[in-house]
């Protein structure tokens, strides 16, 4: 859970991403907001009807309009614009803290006095050993909201001690975390292997200074451009629509293609919530396969 309670809030930056939203919709996107703030960004996919207030009925009608807004993936909701302004409010929490030891230092050095002698002279002055107890566990946890937010974005969840240690190497050597999250969410946009399932392990990923990484864009025909996006994002909300309520009527030609050839109807019906962020990676794909073949023949 995030230790910043407040949250900032830029009203010309969500009018501008929402404004075809209903006031249902609304109400509903910004309870979401809400509550991925407090949880670093994430939220389950199973408690969405519940954080909505609309059920899961109501849920399965809204949910198209409000996911294109986040990153789907093994049921969980991930939010990068909150995750980013999540890092900068906990860094501006952590200088502000650094800064409030830094004063007391100083108090407790002017305070100071001698506390005892030995052989009539004073012994040097001490600062409690409480006061000692806390700052090791201070510095100890110095990078662990920004790192919680880094772990809940990587997709491979595997030897999270070793990567801490990784993580707070980069940190040191100077690169930002916002730097190292918006790479992680890059990667899982852009790099073909990510998409396929290889992924590094964290601690190798930071050793390696992937963040760093290139990715080049698969070649396009000439003359014949990439699909539409919003197309792209229509066929896989309909899609959402006919895994939740079976009802596969408004799915476009091309995506009616594309999921026979991920498995079929039934197939994606029966998945797991496990497997719905690996299935709509390959469906993506197939109907990116399957309009730009309908392009190709235009």
């Known amino acids: 859970m995030s230790k910043i309670h407040w949250m900032k809030f830029y009203p010309g930056d969500y009018l501008r991403d929402t404004m075809h939203l209903s006031t249902e919709e609304h109400g509903a996107y910004l309870l979401i907001l809400m509550a991925s703030w407090t949880s670093g960004g994430v939220v389950e996919e199973q408690n969405l009807p519940n954080i909505s207030l609309l059920g899961v009925k109501k849920w399965n009608q809204v949910a198209p ?45 002017s305070d100071r006095v001698p506390n005892r002698e030995l052989d009539g002279v004073p012994i040097a002055y001490q600062i409690p050993e409480a006061r000692s107890q806390n700052q090791k566990k201070q510095d100890q946890n110095l990078y662990s909201a920004d790192f919680e937010i880094f772990w809940n974005s990587y997709p491979l969840k ?16 100077g690169v930002s975390a916002e730097t190292l999250l918006e790479a992680v969410e890059k990667a899982k946009r852009e790099s073909v292997k990510w998409r396929e399932g290889y ?64 498995g079929g109807r039934q197939a994606a019906e029966n998945l797991k919530t496990s497997d719905l962020a690996t299935w709509r990676a390959q469906f993506r794909r197939a109907v990116e396969a399957e309009l730009a073949q309908e392009a190709n023949h235009a």
């Open 199 to 262: 992924v590094p392990m964290a601690s190798t990923w930071l050793n390696q200074e992937r963040w760093c990484d290139e990715f080049t864009p698969a070649p396009q025909i000439k003359g014949n451009p990439s699909p539409a996006p919003s197309l792209i994002n229509d066929i896989l909300a309909a899609a959402h629509i006919g895994i939740k309520r079976r009802d596969w009527s408004g799915l476009h030609p091309a995506g009616r293609r594309a999921l026979k050839a991920v």
């Open 158 to 173: 595997q030897s999270k001690k070793t990567a801490i240690k990784s993580y707070t190497k980069a940190r040191k050597s």
């Open 65 to 109: 309009k409000i996911s294109p807004f986040f990153t789907v993936e093994n049921g969980k909701w991930t939010h990068p614009r909150v995750q980013r302004e999540l890092l900068k409010a906990e860094e501006a929490h952590r200088i502000q803290v650094e800064s409030g030891k830094r004063g007391a230092e100083k108090r407790w050095e």
